[in-house]
């Protein structure tokens, strides 16, 4: 019973961990904006929340094919699968970093982080509410 | 938490760009230094970025990684009055070209706004996680 109230919350807190992640990812191809060689990295968020939430096999799924083999523990989940962004224009210094689609991915992925944020907020709410019933 | 490591790639790539204004600040002041009795004058300096991995995949801050000084050759003018000037009159001044530190000194203003920002929405983004579940 009680895991059908954290459901919801697991969900939430899985994609805020992500999120996070992506902040960093893009908060490094921001960093490395000037450096020569550095290529851009992405993160295929869908993929990724999938992968975490249990909805789709991880990549580190290992086959059971006899009683002694291990299956890693159930929540564990790989590093998400980092990408490589497709230049939009060619560069002298071989730099893949295109500062116009970095901002507005972080500028998206602020917002979305705290969306997820008001989601848990809401449900934290909605199960307070639901202890507290209407007593007060 | 991934969000604090925003705070290490962003300040060093701060750091970086603010040694790379350092640079671009010495070559603008020597710019029209001439050249000493050893017959060579101030030489353009240029920092080199490198990447500088954090620990996790996909965390990458930025470091200087060597000062490489330019190999042009000085400007050479004319002057046979100027105290500097060698045997055939010739005065040799530094090898900065203007343009192209004004430029650097943009873009490396810009990219150090931009960390700024980064650093900015992050703590942003982790006072809100820090209030979670409150009120």
Known sequence: ?136 | MSLFQVFNISGSAVSAQSQRLNTVASNLANADTVAGPDGSAYKARQVVFQTELMGAAGAAGVRVSTISESNAAGRRVHDPKHPGADAEGYVTYSNVNAVEEMVNMISASRSYQNNVEVMNTAKTLLQKTLQLGQN
């Open chain 1, 1 to 136: 019973m009680i895991h059908r109230l954290t459901d919801t919350l697991n969900f939430q807190s899985e994609a805020l961990v992500l999120r996070a992640e992506r902040q960093r990812l893009i908060a490094s191809n921001i960093a490395n904006a000037d450096t020569p060689g550095y290529v851009a990295r992405e993160m295929d968020f869908a993929t990724a929340l999938r992968q975490a939430t249990g909805q789709a096999a991880t990549n580190g799924q290992m086959a059971a094919t006899a009683a002694g083999h291990l299956q890693p523990a159930a929540g564990a989940r790989a590093q998400a699968q980092l990408q490589y962004a497709t230049p939009s224009q060619t560069n002298l210094d071989r730099n893949t970093v295109d500062m116009d689609r970095e901002r507005a991915s972080f500028a998206d992925n602020s917002v979305k982080y705290e969306a997820t944020l008001r989601f848990i907020n809401g449900s934290v709410r909605t199960m307070l509410d639901a202890i507290r019933g209407q007593s007060q």
